[in-house]
Nanobody, 119 residues
Framework: VQLVESGGGLVQAGGSLRLDCAAS????????MAWFRQAPGREREFVTK????????YYADSVKGRFTISRDNAKNTVSLQMNSLKPEDTAVYYC?????????????WGQGTQVTVSS
């Protein structure tokens, strides 16, 4: 199983970025998929997830209304559209997957992609 993130980069505050997570070795539609992020000196934190059964979406309060998670079953990818970016969104963003909708852990992780938002 491999999850590969792409789309990170440097953007000015107020700008947008789209991150993609390409899955191989699993069918992403059969997995709950999530995005986490980790800023320097901070613990990794939950950003958003989409469930495998109903496709329900959940967001951290800090990104609600600005970020959108989506799934493309044909491409076996999960994406994160990030709008109205703030400097505090700067972090390494990770894609994660698990074969159940609820729980405290994820089974698979990508290597991460850097997002830097300048003020």
């Amino acid at each position: 199983v491999q999850l590969v993130e792409s789309g990170g980069g440097l953007v000015q505050a107020g700008g947008s970025l789209r991150l993609d997570c390409a899955a191989s070795g699993l069918t992403s539609s059969a997995y709950a998929m999530a995005w986490f992020r980790q800023a320097p000196g901070r613990e990794r934190e939950f950003v958003t997830k989409i469930t495998r059964t109903s496709g329900s979406k959940y967001y951290a309060d800090s990104v609600k209304g600005r970020f959108t998670i989506s799934r493309d079953n044909a491409k076996n990818t999960v994406s994160l559209q990030m709008n109205s970016l703030k400097p505090e969104d700067t972090a390494v963003y990770y894609c994660a997957a698990r074969d159940r909708d609820y729980g405290s852990t994820y089974d698979y992780w990508g290597q991460g992609t850097q997002v830097t938002v300048s003020s």
